[in-house]
């Protein structure tokens, strides 16, 4: 396998994509957005909690809730922390089903496969298309969330609190495993249907286990401590090494090109 | 250069190409004839090794197209011209090129000296930076063209590719093919243009799932159909006609003065022909020999499978 083939490939396509602005700046709006917006809603809960906190004590009744202020905030913090585990699954679906698709609907995959690259380097640049640019601006809005909260909650909570191990494990080890499972189960999506909306709704379908997810941490049914995380890590390297398997054997020159979808 | 024996595609029950057996020399200009939908997109994508075979072999310069690291090779040593030119409409001729050029391996120099040089003889040279997306339809097919050179293949696979081009753009492309054939290139040409056919190909298959015939275009005029004489008189009259069927001619047929006659053998049976109407007091004004056009043989075996 020759890894320098499927860069030629991804090159290109972030070339082509400079192109593509409808597509790419949804994907970056959101993440930008989310970055600012919930550093913001956490100071405001924070102040309207504070707020709450001294009428109580003003009217002199039991302060049971006080000092939950910070509390709230850190649940709160490591809640919208999740986001980006959100936005990882999104954000690389989108972009993959445009990257496999787009090649289809612009009949260029047959002069592309006519050439002499494997199948694996083909999905590999492929997969590299979706991934850097996702991560990149994960970061990037992950970098930024993180220095508005602690610069909103310093005050409330007394510290810093990113960045911390939980942050850590979701953008180094959650956000790109789950990107990688977003981005084969494009791959296979993408390589039986022939629109880029139907790839990418039916994508978004397989992100309700995260929903659950969320669900399940905002109701308190599960926390997104350290060893809830990992958990989810060994989850979703199981999973991607499944998916990544059936794909391989999904994904084939001869389906893609008389697969009409 | 090119074999293939008893090479079958189906898809599910449905054969698309069925038991195609040919051999195609080294420099040769191969014409795939056929209607729509006749399994002509299939073979080349098979040939390609861009689909597998449901059965039979077909070698590229002696490597099987159904063994993968075989068909590494073959895709190295072709250029492929797809019906739809698939062109990067977002990067301009340039990169299209560049970037084709570097999968197929070529060093950045030879890249570099490929595409001028292919980009000048089609005349796109000026508009090297200009994006695809922006170009005519001819001008599309002349930079897939180009893209389809650009490693220097021994073995060209062309799809259609005067299709829905105008008069002036099917020209410049059938130019560069010739130039092409007397570079020595092996080119394996789909088409229904007969014409093109005619003018350009060497051998020419006529195809409709099956091979009909296969043979050069003068070998497919001559020998497929009956040859004709056709003989301009300046009257026929009765005595004329009673000449003539004393010699029990095959098909006869009159018009507008004209007799045209069916003949197996016109060195010998051209000379009878004209002195019994001679004889008759016919006044012969030109006699000319007709023969079966391409055309004529397409449809004969095309409507003949229908």
């Known amino acids: 396998m020759k890894l320098w083939k499927s ?21 970056i709006v959101l993440p930008l957005l989310l970055s600012i917006v919930l550093p ?8 309207l909690i504070g707020l709450i906190d001294n009428l109580i004590g003003i009217i002199g009744i039991p302060i049971l809730i006080k000092g939950s202020s910070s509390k709230d905030i850190t649940v709160l913090l490591n809640s919208f922390s999740f986001f980006y585990i959100i936005l990882a699954f999104i954000l690389p679906n989108t972009l993959a089903s445009y990257s496999i698709l787009g090649e289809k609907i612009e009949k260029s995959l047959e002069p592309l496969l006519a050439t002499p690259i494997t199948d694996t380097e083909l ?16 970061y990037f809005s992950a970098m930024i969330f993180m220095v508005l909260s602690d610069a909103i909650t310093y005050n409330t909570i007394g510290y810093l609190f990113f960045p911390n191990w939980s942050m850590a494990i979701i953008l180094l080890l959650a956000v790109p495993l789950v990107s990688i499972l977003s981005i084969q189960l494009n791959v296979i999506i993408s ?20 929903i659950g997810l969320y669900i399940f ?31 391989k054997t999904i994904i084939q020159r001869d389906k893609i090109l008389t697969k009409r979808g | 250069m090119i074999d293939a024996e008893n090479l079958t595609r189906k898809f599910g029950d449905l054969t698309v190409v069925d038991k195609l057996t040919f051999h195609i020399e080294e420099g040769e200009v191969f014409g795939f004839l056929g209607p729509n939908g006749a399994g002509k997109t299939t073979t080349m994508r098979m040939l390609s090794c861009l689909i597998s075979k449901t059965s ?11 063994d993968e690291a075989d068909s590494l090779k073959i895709r190295k040593i072709i250029g ?12 301009t001729a340039y990169k299209n090129l560049d970037f084709y050029g570097k999968l197929y391996e070529c060093s950045k120099t030879q890249r570099k000296e490929n595409i001028e040089h292919f980009l000048k003889l089609l005349g796109l040279w000026d508009k090297k930076d200009v994006l695809a997306g922006t170009f005519s339809k001819g001008m599309k097919q002349k930079l897939a063209i180009a893209r389809s050179l650009i490693h220097e293949p021994e073995i060209l696979f062309l799809d259609e590719p005067t299709a829905n081009l105008d008069p ?28 093109e056919a005619q003018r350009i190909c060497d051998k020419i298959g006529i195809f409709n799932t099956k091979l009909m015939v296969i043979g050069s275009p003068e070998e497919l005029e001559d020998s497929t159909l009956r040859k004709k004489t056709a003989i301009q008189l300046k009257e026929v009259n009765d005595k004329i006609l009673k000449a003539l069927r004393n010699l029990s001619l095959r098909n006869l047929t009159i018009d507008n003065n004209k007799l045209i006659v069916d003949v197996v053998n016109p060195e010998n049976e051209n000379p009878i022909i004209v002195d019994a109407i001679v004889s008759a007091g016919g006044k012969i004004q030109y006699i000319t020999r007709i023969s079966s056009t391409l055309e004529d043989v397409y449809l004969k075996f095309v409507r003949g499978k229908k």
């Open chain 2, 168 to 195: 002036e753009s099917s020209k410049t492309v059938r130019d560069f093919i010739l130039d092409l054939k007397k570079e020595k290139k092996t080119i394996f040409l789909n088409t229904h243009n007969l014409d």
């Open chain 1, 40 to 47: 913001i809603l956490i100071g405001g809960i924070g102040n």
């Open chain 1, 123 to 138: 999905l590999l640049g492929k997969s590299i298309t979706s991934f850097l640019p996702c991560i990149a601006i994960i």
């Open chain 1, 191 to 210: 390589s039986r249907v022939s629109d880029v909306r139907t790839a990418t709704q039916l994508g978004l379908l397989l992100f309700l286990p995260f």
């Open chain 2, 56 to 66: 039979g072999e077909a070698r590229i310069a002696g490597y099987d197209v159904s």
């Open chain 1, 217 to 247: 941490l905002e109701t308190s049914v599960i926390s997104l401590n350290i060893i809830n995380l990992l958990g989810i890590f060994v989850i979703l390297s199981v999973a991607v090494a499944i998916i990544f398997s059936i794909s």
């Open chain 1, 7 to 27: 860069w030629v490939i991804a090159t290109k396509d972030f070339s082509t994509f400079r192109e593509k602005k409808n597509t790419i700046y949804p994907l």
């Open chain 2, 80 to 91: 492929l011209l797809p019906e739809n030119n698939g062109l990067y409409d977002d990067l």
